[in-house]
């Protein structure tokens, strides 16, 4: 029995540990994706953003090079970061060549913009200062496009972002659980105050039981006293 209410115990625990894990989850992913309000904004929460990498133009051997259907994670560039940029750092921009979010190297740095190129393309060209780069597929960005840097890649995890980010992998992934969650939380709590109620009702049960002990016990001792009177009284009327 000992062994059984702990296992329930620890079962109880886990489960409210990864309920509130999911919960956080859902908070962040859900504040992340309320910043995209244009075509630049990508989702992030406190300082950090995420992207899913659809083209294979930052493949390579280098190694935070990364590859299609990778989840990147990225802390959002400001003016004053953007000066500590430095050649390799691997950037999000808004691409006007193609409008929409481009990450790409940086490769060389200009006074108010940066030179960037995917290390796919660089395998077969590589950017070189001072030099007529053309046909080498680079892309000259200004410092207003320039939107996070690389920190980390979360391999393959991009596919599974881009699903999640649909309604039916939405409700899948993070309502469903969620309301599974919610519903053994909710029969854990149901029992727990059904625990509480046949405490309290027992306790009250043992405290009317003790109370009309007592009464029966004062009204005992009365019964003796008042006996006792009358044995006096006999015996003194014997006497007399």
């Known amino acids: 029995m000992k062994n059984k209410n702990t296992v329930q115990r620890i079962l109880s625990i886990t489960g409210n540990v990864v309920f509130y894990i999911i919960l956080a989850a859902l908070l962040i992913f859900s504040i992340a994706n309320m910043r995209i309000k244009k075509a630049n904004d990508i989702p992030n929460a406190l300082g950090y953003g995420f992207l899913s990498v659809v083209s294979d133009s930052m493949e390579g051997s280098k190694e935070n090079s990364f590859d299609k259907g990778d989840l990147i994670i990225v802390r959002m560039l400001n003016d004053k970061s953007i000066k500590d940029l430095k050649e390799g750092d691997i950037v999000t921009f808004y691409d006007w060549n193609i409008l929409r979010i481009n990450t790409h190297r940086i490769v060389d740095i ?31 960005v200004l410092h207003d496009d320039l939107i996070a840097v690389h920190r980390s890649t979360w391999s393959n995890a991009g596919t599974t972002l881009d ?33 509480i109620s046949k ?7 043992q405290q009317d ?5 007592q009464e029966l016990e004062a009204e005992k ?3 003796r006293k008042e006996l006792l009177e009358e044995l006096k009284k006999e015996q003194q009327n014997k006497q007399s």
């Open 110 to 140: 200009g006074s108010n913009y940066v030179i960037t190129q995917g290390d796919k393309a660089a395998n077969s060209a590589a950017y070189v200062k001072g030099e007529n780069n053309e046909g080498k597929q680079y892309e000259t």
């Open 221 to 223: 001792e009365k019964l």
């Open 199 to 205: 405490n309290k009702m027992e306790e009250k049960h």
């Open 209 to 213: 039981k003790e109370k009309v002990l």
């Open 163 to 195: 699903r999640l980010q649909t309604p039916v992998g939405f409700a899948i992934a993070i309502i469903l659980p969620v309301f599974v969650l919610l519903v053994i939380q909710g029969i854990n709590l149901a029992r727990a105050v059904l625990s």
